[in-house]
């Protein structure tokens, strides 16, 4: 049974980087898959940021693109998040997840609030 | 860019009724399309995949279909859990999602 934990500060400034981990446990995330960003700011719905395949190929949400870089840890079975140039607009709950492929979410990290505040 | 557009954005029902709730895409997709259920504070469940698929799990009450761009989820009889909010997925495109609460 695969778990994933999303880890990293709760609080990022302004125009500054924000970086989370998802740690895996129950599977490596080296035999297969896709693992995958979303966040959803407070009341609203979700937004899909990207993801990274087993092997070390990313994919992105094209709006994103720029901003987003998402890659593998293999030796420590974990994958992170990084985004550039933070506004009040990336306050949001993260959510670190599998994907078995066609972008399909199919198990859930229990998401993070990260707050950009100066 | 194909978009996906959700209705309703939400609606009351009743335990035992019959829900159905419409995703359309702008496009044809080719039923790449899933089905999530977020409960208020919890992270999304994925109900169905490819558009008819019911991940391991989730009750049967649960269905997906799908007719050229406009795709349905249906839950035969509504039940006190179900209560939540329901997004559909095409890629990286979220609806915007339909809140069900009780009537």
């Known amino acids: 049974q695969v778990h994933l934990q999303e880890s990293g500060p709760g609080l990022v400034k302004p125009s500054e980087t924000l970086s989370l981990t998802c740690i895996v446990s129950?599977?490596?995330?080296?035999?297969?898959?896709?693992w995958a960003w979303i966040r959803q700011p407070p009341g609203k719905g979700l937004e899909w940021l990207g993801s990274?395949?087993?092997?070390?190929?990313?994919h992105h949400n094209p709006p994103l693109k720029s901003r987003v870089t998402i890659s593998l840890d293999t030796s420590k079975n974990q994958f992170s998040l990084k985004l550039t140039s933070v506004t009040a607009a990336d306050t949001a709950v993260y959510y670190c997840?599998?994907?078995?492929?066609?972008?399909?979410?199919?198990?859930w990290g229990q998401g993070t609030l990260v707050t950009v505040t100066s | 860019d194909i978009q996906v557009t959700q209705s309703p954005s939400s609606l009351s029902a009743s335990v035992g009724d019959r829900v159905t709730i419409t995703c359309r895409s702008s496009?044809?997709?080719?039923?790449?399309l899933n089905w999530y259920q977020q409960k208020p504070g919890k992270a999304p469940e994925l109900l169905i995949y490819?558009?008819?698929t019911l991940q391991s799990g989730v009750p049967s009450r649960f269905s997906g279909s799908a007719s050229g761009t406009d795709f349905t989820l249906t839950i035969s009889s509504l039940q006190p859990e179900d209560f939540a909010t329901y997004y559909c997925q095409h890629r990286w495109a979220f609806g915007p999602g339909t809140k069900v609460d009780i009537k």
């Open positions: 997840a599998r994907d078995k492929g066609g972008w399909v979410q199919s198990d």
């Open positions: 129950g599977y490596s995330i080296t035999n297969d898959y896709y």
């Open positions: 496009q044809n997709i080719d039923n790449f």
């Open positions: 990274v395949q087993h092997d070390g190929t990313p």
């Open positions: 490819g558009a008819f």
